[in-house]
Every structure is written in structure tokens, then in C-alpha cells.
């Protein structure tokens, strides 16, 4: 059953805005709730069971289905028999279960802390055990919840296929993509696009962030042989210049406070993909499976919105209102495939060790990646000793990695640091001190600023002009190639959108911080709206940072969009005395 409420007053309000003297008209928010019939033993969404006609129980706002595999790791690890579960009707929500209609308690947090040596023979117990798996319950069981919330399927089916239908006009066919990560929301868009479009000609792009389940890779393989999904083209968006762990060696694990990973290894590789395959296209329109219920920060979503991440792409969201308990009535229904982590008991699949990762997630790793998880733990103590964390193993088993933030006790950290001087002999004249040698490349990071002329300065000195699209002169750049003394003469304190000398100042630093901290992330690649800019990394390691004169616009957008200029400076801020 579907109910609006006010999220400002809290009132059930039957209609789309509050009609509050004090709410201004705000938006309601849906509520649903999912009942229980205690004689088909199966969670239906309304409150009588359209097969038995039974009146049903109030059991939570949503719900999953708990496949046999999960029964079998429950059973194991509350010490019941291997089959115990196998014929009751297990569901789950917000690490809750409910057996037969009834919640149990589960202390999963407990059990996230149980010691290496239980874990791993829970894993022993598990694989001795899983060929036995008895599904024959499971499936009549799913049968029966299909048949009772026909009409609800029904109706989600219909109001998504009739909300993507109405972008026909608007853009398309080779406009539109579908962002497809292998997880069950975005398998369920893809099916309800290709079938509402009537067609498997849309794009897929699939972002591998190289720390996906070694399931989800599987399911990727299957995807493109399945029936339903057998001919849709499947692109690839992945960071092959970067690894991962070499990257959390320089500038540490990501945390939940600052995941860089998903910058490096997922923004920036999709929007090179999207540049490819959409070369000469204004506009794209990405179908995503974002879902309100899945957090607080997507729950402000809106179903259609400009991506506030990669450029040119309109955003919209077709199941933006499913719950779970939506996503798995479509996916039993139509019978297609989806990705076997979650018959594991996993509610999400993205990088198998994102420190967002809840505790029954992170033990599920544990158990079914027990030697990922084994080899990413001794990375993560190697890095707390690195810091000078006092007791490293406690840091990371207690989990305060994952609250991490900035750059303390890393190397890198130390090269945001620019030091500078006024000259004191030009008016609007600095004199700086970089931290790594000028290079002929050097000077890309000042295009945004206007024009490099390299025939009026003085080459002697190493003088590089920057002038404006009349031929005026707003900078004026002094340093030898190899050298690491530069002066920069502030001729136009406008440049960049500034208001005074100090302002025009800091925007020059960001691009002295970027030119010291590069490591190759692409995400000034991913925000220019003009596609001008790009950064590679070359086979001895050096980082390439180039823009296009001619795409180029100098909207300076690439200059202050990130903390102090450079996204690495805001993944490594360090404290200073």
C-alpha cells in the first residue's frame, strides 16, 4: 500500500504538495507498506491477499526475498541444522528477518566481528555444504508471492514503461544509453527500457570500477547471452591507467567521507566512454536505476535531472519510487536473469570492498571472498602502520579507516603546499617556489586563462604571455624550463571571474596545485563541458594533461570547480600549524 506524507509537518496527506499554511507547498514523500498473509506465507503489498483472500498483517515498509544459499549461511551461523530454513518463507529488510511472518534477532554486528579463524570455517562450512541446497520450497514459495501482488506488478510495469515512452519525442534513439552497473535496479531498467522502446539498439555502459564481485563480472558475461538481453551493444568504461592499490599506497584508502575511488576508477572512465560513443550528440539521455529508498542522499532525487557529474547527460530515473520489495516482484515475475551475489544475501553490488558497505555485506565478503578479503585487510593494516596509527589492527577492524579524512602522515599530502611571495620589485607580481620542475606541459594549465604566446616574452628568461581573445596581455608567466622558480605577473586582475588581485591570485595557485598534484584522475576531465581537456598516463608513468585550443572555450569552469583546484588536493588535505 502507497501513503504520501509531508516531510516537514509529518502529516498523511493524499496528494503530491502540502497544502500546510507553514510547508509553502513543499513535496510529499511516498511511504509504502508491505503486509503479510500468515496463509500463503508470503509478504503482499496490499492489505488482503488477492489468491486466499486472507486479510494481512502489517510486517515493514519493505522487504527481500532470502534465496536458499543465504538460508544455508543463516543456518550455519546460528548453529541450526543445514536445512532448518529450507521450507519457511524467509525474508529480510534493514538487517532484519522475518521467518514465517516472524522478525528474529540476528546481531550482525556481532557477527561482523567474529575472529578470522570462525570466519573461515564458516566459509569451509558453507562450500562442504552448498551442492545439497534443497530449492523446491524456495520456488513454490516465490510462485506464490508473484501470483498474490499480480495487480501491484502490474501497475509498476505499466506507469515505468508509460514514463520512458514519453522521451520518444524528446530525444533519439541514438541519443539515449542506459547506465548498467550489474546490480538488480539497473538490470531491471534495462529490461523495462528494451521492452517499453521495443527495441535493443539502446547503448549500454557499463562501469568497471576493477573492484567489482567476481559475480557481477559473471553475470556481465551471461547478460550478453540471455534471450532478453542477447544483442545489446555492452560498452566498457574502465580506468586502465590506474590500480587501485597502488593508489591507496600514495594517498590512502578511500573512506565514507572521501571516496575518491569513485572519481578515479567510475566518473572519469564513463565520461571518456560517453565521449566516444557519442562523438558528434549535444545531448544524451542516461536511463539509471537510482532509487529513493536505496539511501538519504538519493532520496532528494529527482526522477529527471541534469547529471551533476558528467556533462552533457540528462539523467532520469524510471523505478526512482521502487522499493526493494518492487524491484523483486519484477525481477521473480518476468523470470530474468540477475546477478547470483545477491542469492548470497548481498542488498547492493558495487565495489565489493566500499567502506558504504554495511556490516552483513562486509561479513558476506568475509565468508564468500574470504581471500580478497584476507589479502585487502593486510593492505589496510600496512597503511595504518604507514600513518603511525598506535595500535594499526584495532584502527582497522573497529572500522575508523573508513572516517578517515585527508591526507595526514602521507607524502603526497606535503605537495599541496605552494609557497610564494609578493615581488617586490613588479606591481601584481608573485614569485613562487613548485615542488616538481617546469616542463614545456607546464603551461596547458594556463589555457583556460586565455591564449599562450610564447614570440613576445623574453625566452631568455623563459617568459610565457597568456593573452585575452583581443590580444591584451592578463598574464604574464617567468620561469626555465627544468627550474622550479616561477614569477607570475597579474596584468588583468578580471581574469577567471575575479574581482581584485587577490582572487585572480588563488586561481593561479590552483593551477600551480594541480600541476604538482596530477595524478592522473581525469575528474577535470569529467567536468569540462567541452570536452577539452585530456589526461593520460603514459607507459613510464608520466602524467599527460593537455587542452584543446580549439575546444576551449576559457570558461575557467576546470579552475575552481574543485577544493583549491585539483580534486587530489581535496582528497589529501593535511592540517597546517
Given at each position: ?6 516531510p ?17 507547498g ?5 511511504k ?13 503489498f496490499?492489505?488482503k491477499?488477492?489468491v486466499?483472500?486472507s ?15 543465504e538460508k544455508l ?23 532484519k ?7 528474529i534477532?540476528l ?17 569451509k ?9 534443497d ?5 513454490k ?10 495487480k501491484?506488478f502490474?501497475?509498476l ?8 515512452r514519453s522521451y ?12 548498467f552497473?550489474?546490480?538488480?535496479d539497473?538490470?531491471v ?18 562501469g568497471?570500477t ?5 559475480m ?14 542477447q ?6 568504461a ?7 592499490e ?14 575518491w575511488?569513485?572519481?578515479v576508477?567510475?566518473?572519469?572512465a ?8 557519442f ?7 542516461s ?11 538519493r532520496?532528494?532525487?529527482?526522477r ?19 522499493i ?9 515475475t518476468?523470470?530474468?536473469?540477475f ?21 552483513w ?9 574470504y ?10 593494516v ?14 582497522i577492524?573497529?572500522?575508523?579507516w ?24 613588479t ?5 613562487y ?7 614545456e606541459?607546464?603551461?596547458?594549465l594556463?589555457k ?8 613576445l616574452?623574453?625566452?631568455?628568461l ?21 627550474s ?15 574581482k ?8 593561479i595557485?590552483?593551477q ?12 577535470c ?12 598516463e ?18 575557467t569552469?576546470?579552475v ?8 587530489m588536493r ?8
Amino acid at each position: 500500500m502507497i501513503e504520501r506524507f509531508c516531510p516537514n509537518c509529518g502529516l498523511k496527506i493524499d496528494r503530491e504538495t502540502c497544502p500546510g499554511d507553514n510547508c509553502d507547498g513543499c513535496k510529499t514523500v511516498s511511504k509504502k507498506t508491505i503486509y503479510w498473509c500468515d496463509t500463503c506465507k508470503v509478504p503482499i503489498f496490499d492489505c488482503k491477499c488477492s489468491v486466499c483472500g486472507s486479510e494481512g498483517e502489517y510486517l515493514a515498509t519493505d522487504v527481500r526475498p532470502v534465496f536458499p544459499e543465504e538460508k544455508l549461511l543463516l543456518s550455519i551461523v546460528t548453529d541450526k541444522d543445514k536445512h532448518f530454513y529450507d521450507e519457511k518463507s524467509v525474508w529480510a529488510a534493514n538487517n532484519k528477518y522475518y521467518v514465517d511472518g516472524k522478525k528474529i534477532n540476528l546481531p550482525i554486528s556481532k557477527l561482523n566481528k567474529t575472529d578470522l579463524e570462525t570466519i573461515a570455517k564458516f566459509h569451509k562450512e558453507f562450500e562442504d555444504n552448498k551442492n545439497s541446497i534443497d530449492s523446491n520450497y524456495f520456488e513454490k514459495n516465490i510462485e506464490l508471492f508473484v501470483k498474490a501482488n499480480k495487480k501491484h506488478f502490474d501497475y509498476l510495469v505499466g506507469e515505468a514503461s508509460d514514463y520512458i515512452r514519453s522521451y520518444q519525442d524528446k530525444f533519439d534513439i541514438d541519443e539515449m544509453m542506459v547506465s548498467f552497473s550489474g546490480g538488480k535496479d539497473s538490470t531491471v531498467v534495462s529490461n523495462l527500457v528494451t521492452n517499453a522502446l521495443s527495441t535493443k539498439k539502446i547503448i549500454h555502459i557499463f562501469g568497471d570500477t576493477t573492484l567489482e564481485f567476481p559475480m557481477t563480472l559473471e553475470y556481465k558475461k551471461r547478460f550478453k547471452k540471455n534471450s532478453e538481453s542477447q544483442g545489446i551493444t555492452m560498452l566498457t568504461a574502465k580506468n586502465r591507467e590506474k590500480n587501485f592499490e597502488e593508489l591507496c599506497d600514495v594517498i590512502g584508502p578511500p573512506s565514507r567521507v572521501m571516496r575518491w575511488c569513485c572519481t578515479v576508477f567510475k566518473t572519469g572512465a564513463i565520461q571518456r566512454m560517453i565521449t566516444l560513443a557519442f562523438k558528434n550528440k549535444t545531448k544524451i539521455l542516461s536511463f539509471q536505476g537510482i532509487r529513493h529508498s536505496e539511501s538519504v542522499a538519493r532520496s532528494k532525487y529527482e526522477r529527471e535531472s541534469d547529471s551533476p557529474k558528467i556533462t552533457k547527460q540528462t539523467v532520469v530515473a524510471p523505478i526512482i519510487d521502487w522499493i526493494d520489495f518492487d524491484v523483486w516482484l519484477y525481477i521473480l515475475t518476468t523470470g530474468i536473469d540477475f546477478n547470483d551475489a545477491y542469492k548470497l544475501g548481498y542488498t547492493r553490488v558495487g565495489c565489493w570492498c566500499c567502506p558504504n558497505n554495511g556490516s552483513w555485506s562486509e561479513f558476506l565478503s568475509k565468508v564468500h571472498m574470504y581471500d580478497q578479503f584476507i589479502h585487502w585487510r593486510k593492505l589496510l593494516v600496512d597503511f595504518a602502520k604507514k600513518i603511525g596509527k598506535p595500535d594499526p589492527e584495532v584502527y582497522i577492524d573497529d572500522g575508523n579507516w573508513k572516517a578517515r579524512q585527508g591526507g595526514d602522515g602521507l607524502d603526497e599530502a606535503k605537495k599541496s603546499i605552494i609557497e610564494f611571495e609578493p615581488c617586490a620589485t613588479t606591481e601584481n607580481a608573485f614569485n613562487y617556489e613548485l615542488q616538481k620542475p617546469i616542463t614545456e606541459e607546464f603551461y596547458e594549465l594556463f589555457k583556460p586563462f586565455g591564449y599562450l604566446n610564447y614570440d613576445l616574452g623574453n625566452k631568455r628568461l623563459g617568459e610565457v604571455y597568456v593573452l585575452d581573445k583581443k590580444g591584451s596581455v592578463v598574464l604574464i608567466l617567468q620561469g626555465r624550463i627544468g627550474s622550479t622558480k616561477l614569477k607570475v605577473t597579474i596584468k588583468n586582475p578580471r581574469i577567471a571571474k575575479s574581482k581584485n588581485v587577490d582572487l585572480a591570485e588563488r586561481k593561479i595557485k590552483c593551477q600551480l596545485t594541480k600541476y604538482q598534484m596530477c595524478l592522473g584522475c581525469k575528474a577535470c576531465e569529467s567536468v569540462c563541458k567541452h570536452d577539452a581537456i585530456i589526461v593520460k598516463e603514459e607507459k613510464t608513468g608520466n602524467i599527460v594533461y593537455k587542452i584543446d585550443d580549439d575546444k576551449c572555450v576559457r570558461c575557467t569552469e576546470c579552475v575552481g570547480h574543485f577544493s583549491a583546484g585539483c580534486y587530489m588536493r581535496k582528497v589529501l588535505t593535511i592540517k597546517r600549524g
